[in-house]
């Protein structure tokens, strides 16, 4: 099988701390040390060009409810509908990685590929004019100035709880294979047949905090 980079997302550890978001930003529109440049993007509902995002929200009806976060990117789908929509040929899938990649100088901001993405995981940036998404951080995971360990997106980097796992999901020895294997990964909207490289490791305890099991007696209760 062809090699296909891709994350691949633990929501039993994920917490929500929105340092993927940030250091996302950072490597991609600021530079290592720079802030995001989009007006707002540290207000409580930030706006402006993301390449990652993590929604949150409340499961469950009270005493037991429990807040889920999910990140979100582009998937870098293996059958991606984003690609053959693009009239100039700026939406690519490379065969060396599978990453899903838009040339800047071919695109010419119609947004034909945000509409075709069941996802939402491409992002308009109004100062250039041009659509964005999420490339895996190709500039540095094959940079070989850097350290083999630092070969990782930034958001994997910055994950202070290694919910977020990166490598080669099409080869069966690699460590997010064996972990997609091990607790029943799975992939958005499989429905829309894009087959997402991106997987997401569901979490071991109850779907919902509404499942939950109520204390004896409480069941009808008022």
């Avoid at 040339?103 to 945000?114: F, L, N, P, V, W």
């Avoid at 294997?181 to 829309?192: H, I, Q």
């Amino acid at each position: 099988m062809a090699r296909q980079l891709a994350l691949v997302i633990d929501l039993d550890a994920c917490v929500g701390c929105q340092a993927c978001v940030v250091s996302c930003k950072q490597w991609n529109s600021s530079g290592s040390a720079g802030l995001p440049p989009d007006p707002g993007a540290w207000e409580a509902s930030p706006h402006g060009t993301f390449f990652n995002r993590v929604q949150t929200w409340e499961a469950g009806r009270f005493p037991h409810t429990q807040t889920l976060h999910l990140p979100k990117s582009c998937l870098h789908c293996q059958d991606p509908p984003c690609v053959p929509v693009c009239p100039t040929g700026a939406s690519t899938k490379r065969a060396e990685d599978g990453i899903v990649l838009i040339d800047a100088d071919k695109c010419i901001g119609c947004k034909y590929c945000s509409w075709a993405c069941p996802y939402g995981a491409r992002e308009y940036d109004e100062a250039r004019g041009v659509m964005t998404k999420c490339t895996l951080c190709v500039d540095r995971i094959h940079d070989t100035q850097l350290p083999a360990e630092d070969r990782q997106p930034a958001c994997v980097k910055a994950c202070p709880t290694g919910a977020r796992l990166f490598g080669d999901v099409n080869d069966p020895g690699s460590e997010v294979s064996r972990a997609v294997a091990k607790r029943g990964g799975y992939a958005l909207m499989p429905e829309w047949d894009t087959r997402p490289a991106n997987r997401y490791l569901p979490r071991r305890g109850p779907a919902a905090a509404g499942e939950a099991s109520q204390p004896e007696g409480e069941e009808g209760a008022e």
